[in-house]
Structure formats: C-alpha cells, structure tokens
C-alpha cells in the first residue's frame, strides 16, 4: 500500500515548455487535490477533483489543467511554464469531502518544480 | 470566504518549555479546524482536529470561538516535535483553507 505517490520528484523547465506531473493513489479515495507550496504563502488549492471524470478549480488555477480520467490518477498539466510556477506541488487524496468522517487529506511527497 | 492567519513564521523554543503555535481564522458560519505537520523529509500529514478533542503526541488545541482562534499547544516541547506545522479550516464544503505556516524549532 503505497498511499500517494508523485511523479517526477524533481524538475527543470525553461520558459515555455509544457509538462505533466502525475498522482496516483491505492487508497481508492474519491477526492483528490492539487496544491502548490510556495515560502511565505502556505498551501494554496490549484484544482481538485470529487471524482472520476470531474475537476474544479482552486485557489490559484490560472496556467494549469487537470484531468481524472481514472479514479487512481489525477494529472496536473503545465502548457507553457512560466517562472512563477516554480514551486513545490503537492497532491492530496481523501475518502470523503472536507467536513466529515473520513475527510483526512493524505498527501504526496511533492514535486519540487524550477521553471528557468 | 474563509482565511487562516498563522503570525509568526518561525517559534523557536527550548526542549521542555511549554509551546503555543497561534492560529487565527475567518469564517462566517461554523468551521471544522484541523493542524497539518510537516516533519523534515516527510510528507505533510494530520497532526490533530477540533472535533475529535484529542491529545496527538501531547500537542492540543481548543477551539475558541469568541476569539476565533485554533492555537496549538504542547506544556513540553521535545526535539522531536520540530517541524512546520499547518493550520487548516474547512467551512464544510469541499476544500481545505491553510494558514502559511510556522516553523517550530526546538532547541537542546
């Protein structure tokens, strides 16, 4: 049971290029998240997902996108990186919606992202 | 809108001494108030939760409405309890607000 992995661990772009970060979790949780950590801001929410086939946007979704095509998996796309999206980002898996029995946020071990 | 105020960046206390990692927040109707911790080299994971009234660890916190306030507390701190530490607050819907965050460094 591995919980929630990331993929890559560490990346460097150059302006203009375009990526994709995966998160997979066996948890068979229904909610996943995306968030990215920056010095001095906290965790801000760029695109979660309540299930299968559903995204929503966050806090901070501007020059992202995201799919769920399968349960386990939630992707995180970058079309054309730009230097503020260097950053650390983070995925997040739970059983249930925030609020309630089972609402526990697990999380990934982050991607640590440099755009040049 | 919901808002956490974490203010200070970095406590720094000595081992045995008592901690208080202070967290504020903004919210209109009735919030569920959680602490993150992020031990070094480790991922982000539940310290705690308002509804569940427990002791993780020894670390506390009361939620206190008139203040609006979800302070953490330990009466002694040990070095193992260094870490960053995360206030977090959802308003029932579906997405976790965090505060950013404070160090805790606890020195020998």
């Known amino acids: 049971n591995a919980g929630v992995t990331q993929t890559p661990k560490f990346r460097v772009l150059k302006t203009g290029q375009s990526m994709t970060l995966l998160c997979a979790q066996d948890?068979?949780?229904?909610?996943m998240y995306w968030y990215r950590q920056d010095p001095g801001m906290g965790l801000r929410l760029i695109h979660y997902s309540v299930g299968e086939g559903t995204t929503a946007k966050g806090e901070v979704p501007d020059g992202y996108n995201v799919s769920r095509l399968k349960k386990q998996n939630f992707l995180l796309g970058l079309e054309s990186a730009a230097p503020s999206q260097t950053s650390v980002y983070f995925c997040a898996s739970s059983l249930r919606l925030a609020g309630g029995p089972g609402d526990t946020q697990y999380f990934g071990p982050g991607t640590r992202l440099t755009v040049l | 809108a919901q808002r956490v105020t974490q203010p200070e960046k970095l406590l720094s206390v000595f081992k045995g001494a008592p901690v208080e990692l202070k967290c504020n927040y903004s919210?209109?109707?009735?919030?569920?108030l959680f602490w993150y911790v992020q031990y070094s080299r480790q991922r982000l994971q539940l310290l705690l939760r308002h509804i569940s009234r427990e002791s993780i660890k020894g670390f506390t916190a009361d939620l206190n409405k008139g203040e609006t306030s979800f302070h953490l507390k330990k009466p002694f701190a040990q070095e193992e309890d260094s870490a960053m530490y995360y206030c977090?607050?959802?308003?029932?819907?579906?997405?976790?607000?965090f505060g950013t965050g404070t160090q805790l460094k606890v020195e020998l």
């Open positions: 948890m068979n949780h229904e909610y």
């Open positions: 919210y209109s109707g009735s919030p569920e």
């Open positions: 977090a607050l959802t308003g029932g819907g579906n997405k976790l607000t």
